[in-house]
């Protein structure tokens, strides 16, 4: 039976933290256990105080606002690609697509990521149901699609090969002799 107390959520969300920001774009994933926020300048004091600022100086979203929190955690988390990273986790107030909710977030720096904060499945337990067609239309414009790139690529597959796969790899091209 469907709880009536469960707002409808798609793929992405919106997230407003307080008066301090507001309309920062979330994936919604379901694969994720916890939710996670980008913070940087994380660091525990003598006085075993947490501090952070959301995001950081790169995202529009930065406001430099300090913030501590004399209640925290700190959790191994592994991603999908297999790495185990240490993170702090706290506990913000925060409005979701219109419900106020306390949610627990680890604290990470999501610069490389297209979302700054991630709702994983802890935060949408009991207060959203996913509707995985639903898509708010959150980002499209700032980020690059495959179809874009598959273009580049066909221009050109060795040059695309060469400036973009090198990026994101390890691996060393081999020169033609």
Do not use: C
């Not at 708010?136 to 796969?165: C, W």
Request: aromatic fraction near 10%.
């Amino acid at each position: 039976m469907m709880n009536a107390k469960k707002a409808i959520i798609g793929r992405n969300a919106l997230v407003d933290f307080g008066d301090e920001v507001q309309n920062v774009p979330a994936k919604v994933d379901t694969g994720a256990d916890s939710s996670a926020v980008w913070a940087s300048d994380i660091f525990v004091d003598k006085e075993h105080v947490l501090h952070f600022k959301l995001f950081d100086k790169g995202s529009e979203y930065y406001t430099g606002v300090e913030h501590t929190a004399r209640k925290y955690s700190v959790a191994l988390t592994k991603s999908s690609l297999g790495n185990t990273t240490l993170k702090y986790r706290v506990k913000l107030p925060v409005t979701v697509n219109g419900r106020d909710l306390l949610v627990g977030f680890g604290l990470s720096d999501r610069s490389t990521h297209n979302y700054p904060i991630l709702i994983g499945r802890k935060t949408l337990h009991g207060n959203f149901l996913v509707d995985v067609e639903r898509d708010e239309g959150i980002l499209k414009a700032k980020v690059k699609t495959s179809k874009h790139l598959n273009e580049r690529m066909l221009e050109d597959p060795y040059k695309f090969y060469k400036e973009q796969y090198l990026k994101y790899s390890d691996e060393e091209v081999e020169e033609e002799e």
